[in-house]
Every structure is written in structure tokens, then in C-alpha cells.
């Protein structure tokens, strides 16, 4: 394999939409929109020394010209007051870009905002003391000139973005000088004169759209150019618990793949020894996909780490819909679908299980249904990021106070810090079956806590009982035996469950024509999503892992 370069990892935004700053339609990489607002970060940090060091110095030195007995450098003026806000808007944006998981686009925005009032500030200061009667209006670059040059230099935006925030940043001195005009410090004649005295501003705001342009143009070309291993990214499709993911063409088999990736902030933003598990459970990942042979896991195709330590892995990319998304847009499912779908499930965690290893995080959004070549209805276990072997690696392996799983769908042993086994994923499996069969969770609780509790010690109503479709008593009984408190009076194996669901009564009523059917009328092939693996974004308390 190939020792591929660092490639920057696009986050969705809060609407699952790529973060996008365009010059040409075109996008620019999500790694240098991370960067700019970095940057922008200590620009602001600089700017409140700035201000703090511009009024001691100011004040000193006005002590030096000061004639001997006069203290009115020691008094503080409105100057004064106006540098303290400044300062303290400054260190404000500092820390905000250091909050972790913000959208680097939207701190971008921020920016603009934030040189609009460094400007104010800025022309407020200079036009606030009083000026001598008869002072000559010249044309003079002012700070907020070189202030607009930095920005376009340092934090890059889209040109209409930047060439507003400029020309209002530029416009704060000549409104200064007509707010002067107007408290009678300041009679500099004609109106027009704002505009002579600070036209070059204005010029320096026409370069600093050129300047913007070539900033994005250059990121943009980056962009294009990177490539990781053999697979040169194309577009970004959503991210997960462990990571990111992008969707990815072969240079020479010219295949469509998924790229799985660690955000290298994420690791930044613990501690070391958090880090350090993240990259070990992201890695174990990658391993354990990799040795799983059942057709109805993600296939890996290829794994590697960066110079730079940034963590991917290189999977098939599936042509389908997840169960959660299926429910919530085509409501409850048949009961020969449910069946037909759990039983490829059960394969797939029947093959991770005799390998020792317990996924611990089935779910709908983990069980992907697509269609392989002329299959349909093909069930994919996708995401064993929190998979857990079962030879003592876990110990190491689990950061301190750290849950894992999702609530709704976590067997009460794992709530209750318990042992767990193989009966866990099938707990699970029955929450799913629950979902798919009613469209409704188990409990359906306000809370991640008084969900877990709910598990515990709640006993749920029969699925029959909430689903609006018609549910046999065997498949009833089923979930129910699933969903079962005690691990011991679950089925003993995924084996056992395929086998229990292979003697339902109607196992056969959903067919092969039937799959297809459904397929051809509600997600033609030219009209169907490309969705992968962990390719949906998760709410904050959906997954606690990380």
C-alpha cells in the first residue's frame, strides 16, 4: 500500500451539508477552513495585547509630554473605555474558536463581523479627541486598511462576503469623522472631505479582494490535487462517533469507495491519554472490520495512517438506505420483511461472534439496506468502532467513565456495568426489530438516563400492541425473548435467533420479487442517495463514546 499524504477531513455542518466557501462554484477543503479560523483566533488574541499595549503606551506617553504638574494623563477617557470593549470582544472570539466541534465556516462569518467592529473601534479612537481648528484633511492609509489586507490574507471568505465586510470596515472612518462633526470636535469642512481623507482605505479594500481570490483559488487547487493511497477524494458524505467519512474513486479501477478518517482535531482536543485511545480504538476498528468474512459486513479494502497520524480505512460504498431512515420515511415494515432483514443481520453477528468480538453499538442507523448488483434488500452491518474482543485487549481500551453504545438500543448489563457477551448485540437486535416492526422506540423516554433506567427495569408492551401492521404471535414472542432483562433467557447465539426466525410461519411472504418491487417503485436506481457507513451525523447524546 501506498504511504498516502495528509488529507484535511470535511465535517458536515449542523444541517449535514458540506461546509462549502465558494469562488466559482467550487468548494474549498475543510482542513484550511479549519486553519483560517485558527488563524483568526490569534489574530483576535493579538488584537486584545494590541489594544491593552496601545492604551498603556498612550498614556506613557502622554506622561512624557506632559508639563510638569499636570496629571491628566493619569484619567482615564472614553478612548479608554472603547480599547476595553475592543479587547475584550477580542478575547471573547479567541476562546470561541477554540471551542472544540464548532463550524470552522461559521467562525469564518464571525470573523467579518468582528473586523466590521475592530474597524468601529478602530476610526472611533482616532476621530474621538479633539482636532486643532484649521487641521488639513489629507489623504492617509489608516489601521483599518492593513486590518482589511490581514484578513483577506489570514481568514479568506467568499468575495462577496469579503468585499462587504470591507467596505464597511473602511466606511467606519469617514462615519467617524461625521460623528466628530456632529459633537463639535472636529469642523473639517465639506462633507466630502470623510472621502478624500480615506479613499486609500478603499483602494486597499479592491486588494484585498484580489488578494481573497488568490487565497481561495490556491486552497481550491490543494484540494483537487490530494489523494490518499490510491484514492483521490471526491465529496464528503456525512460524519459518525469515530469519524468521518468521504466518498473516494480509485485512480486506476476508477471504483467508488467510502474513506473513513479521524478528525486530527478530535485528537488534539483530548488529553494525551484519550488521545492515544482514540487512535488505538480507531485502528482496532480497521482490524476487526478486516477480519470479518460474512457478506453481510462492510467490506474493508484498505487501512493506513498519515505521516501526519491521521488514521483511515477504505470501505465499500453501498447504493441503499439505513433502517432508521427507512422507518421514518416509509413508516412500519412488513412482517416477512423484518424477518428477512434480521436474519441477515444474525450472519453477520454470528461471524463477528466466533471471532470473540461483540459490536455493542447495533442500532437502525448501523444496519444498511441496498442493493448488491441484481440483490435487493441486502442487509450490511456497518461501524464496529466500539466493538469489543474478548481476550483482555478491552481493558486498556476504555477511557475512565466513558459508556458505550446508544441508549436506546443498550441491554440493561451494560447500563448496569455488567459483563456482557454475544445476548448483548441480540438485546440490541431486538430494539431494532421493535423499531423496524412498530416505528416507535421500547421506551420512548425524555431522557438518555430515564431511557437506560427504562431498560433496566421496564417491561415492554408487545410489538403487536403498537404497530399499526399486522405482527404474528411467533414473532411477537421473539422480540420479546430478545428484549429479555436476564441475558440467559435470551436466544443463547445469533445462530440460534437466525434459526428461530427461519421456523416463523411466514418467513417466505416477503420474496425476492417482493424486494425488487419495492425497490423499483419507491428508490429507482438513478434517484437513490449514496449513503455509507456512519455517513449520518449523530446527536450529541445518541452516541457517548467520544
Known amino acids: 500500500m501506498s504511504k498516502p499524504r495528509l488529507i484535511g ?7 449535514t451539508d458540506v461546509l462549502r466557501l465558494t469562488s466559482g462554484g467550487r468548494t474549498l477543503p475543510y482542513d484550511l477552513l479549519q486553519e483560517a479560523s485558527d488563524r483568526l483566533g490569534i489574530m483576535s488574541l493579538l488584537g486584545a495585547v494590541l489594544w491593552a499595549l496601545g492604551t ?46 464548532c463550524d470552522p ?19 472611533l479612537v482616532m476621530h474621538w479627541e479633539p482636532v486643532p481648528q484649521g487641521a488639513p484633511v489629507t489623504p492617509t492609509v489608516t489601521w483599518i ?12 471568505n467568499s468575495t462577496p ?4 465586510a470591507g467596505l464597511l470596515a473602511a466606511s467606519m472612518n469617514p462615519i467617524a469623522m461625521l460623528v466628530a462633526r456632529a ?36 486552497g481550491q487547487q490543494v484540494g483537487k490535487e490530494r489523494e490518499m493511497g490510491s484514492y483521490r477524494l471526491l465529496s464528503m458524505l456525512g460524519n459518525g462517533g469515530m469519524g468521518e467519512v468521504w466518498r473516494a474513486r480509485h485512480r486506476m479501477l476508477a471504483r467508488d469507495a467510502a474513506i473513513k478518517l479521524i478528525l486530527p482535531k478530535m485528537l488534539s482536543g483530548k488529553s494525551g491519554k484519550n488521545a492515544a485511545l482514540v487512535q488505538r480504538r480507531f485502528e482496532r476498528e480497521a482490524k476487526t472490520t478486516a477480519l470479518l468474512r460474512s457478506p453481510h459486513t462492510v467490506e474493508l479494502y484498505d487501512f493506513g495512517v498519515t505521516e501526519d ?36 443481520v444474525c450472519r453477520s453477528l454470528s461471524d463477528a461472534h466466533r471471532h470473540g468480538m461483540i459490536h455493542r453499538d447495533i442500532k437502525p442507523s448501523n444496519i444498511f439496506l441496498c442493493r448488491m448488483g441484481s440483490e435487493y434488500d441486502f442487509a450490511k452491518v456497518l461501524d464496529f468502532g466500539l466493538v469489543k474482543v474478548l481476550d483482555g485487549e478491552e481493558a ?38 421493535y423499531w423496524l416492526i412498530t416505528g416507535r422506540l421500547v421506551f420512548e423516554e425524555k431522557s438518555v438516563t430515564a431511557t437506560m433506567l427504562a431498560h433496566v427495569r421496564d417491561t415492554p408492551n408487545p410489538p403487536s400492541q403498537q404497530s399499526e401492521l399486522s405482527v404474528p404471535e411467533w414473532l411477537d414472542r421473539i422480540v420479546l425473548m430478545c428484549l429479555a432483562k436476564d441475558p440467559s433467557a435470551r436466544p443463547d447465539s445469533a445462530e440460534a435467533l437466525a434459526r428461530m426466525l427461519d421456523d416463523g410461519i411466514d418467513t417466505g411472504s416477503w420474496s425476492v420479487k417482493n424486494a425488487e418491487d419495492w425497490w423499483l417503485t419507491n428508490m429507482p436506481e438513478n434517484a437513490v442517495a449514496v449513503e455509507t457507513a456512519a455517513a449520518t451525523p449523530r446527536p450529541r447524546s445518541a452516541n457517548t463514546t467520544l
Not at 477531513?9 to 444541517?15: E, F, G, Q
Not at 469642523?187 to 484585498?208: E, K
Not at 446508544?406 to 455488567?418: D, H, I, R
Open 105 to 123: 465556516k461559521f467562525i469564518l462569518d464571525l470573523g467579518l463581523v468582528y473586523l466590521v467592529l475592530t474597524a468601529m473601534a478602530i476610526a
Open 309 to 344: 497520524g491521521v488514521f483511515y480505512y477504505v470501505m465499500e460504498l453501498l447504493d441503499g438506505i439505513d433502517l432508521e431512515t427507512l422507518v421514518k420515511r416509509f413508516g412500519p415494515q412488513p412482517s416477512g420483511r423484518v424477518t428477512s432483514i434480521l436474519r441477515q
Open 9 to 15: 477531513p470535511l465535517r458536515a455542518s449542523s444541517t
Open 183 to 218: 459633537r463639535g470636535t472636529w469642523n473639517f469642512g465639506p462633507a466630502s472631505n470623510v472621502i478624500v481623507m480615506h479613499y486609500p482605505d478603499f483602494l486597499l479594500v479592491g486588494v484585498s479582494i484580489v488578494i481573497s481570490r488568490v487565497v481561495t483559488r490556491l
Open 161 to 164: 462576503k469579503m468585499l462587504a
Open 56 to 101: 498603556i503606551f498612550y498614556h506613557f506617553a502622554m506622561r512624557a509630554l506632559a508639563s510638569p504638574g499636570d496629571t491628566r494623563w493619569m484619567q482615564l477617557s472614553p478612548t479608554d473605555t472603547i480599547a476595553v470593549a475592543a479587547a475584550i470582544v477580542s478575547v471573547a472570539l479567541f476562546f470561541y474558536t477554540r471551542k472544540a466541534n
Open 396 to 433: 486498556g481500551l476504555t477511557g475512565e467513565g466513558v459508556t458505550t453504545g446508544t441508549p436506546a438500543y443498550m441491554a440493561p448489563e451494560v447500563s448496569l456495568g455488567n459483563p456482557i457477551d454475544a445476548r448483548t448485540d441480540l438485546y440490541a437486535l431486538g430494539c431494532v426489530a
Open 145 to 156: 486598511g492593513a486590518v482589511v489586507l490581514m484578513f483577506a490574507a489570514i481568514v479568506p
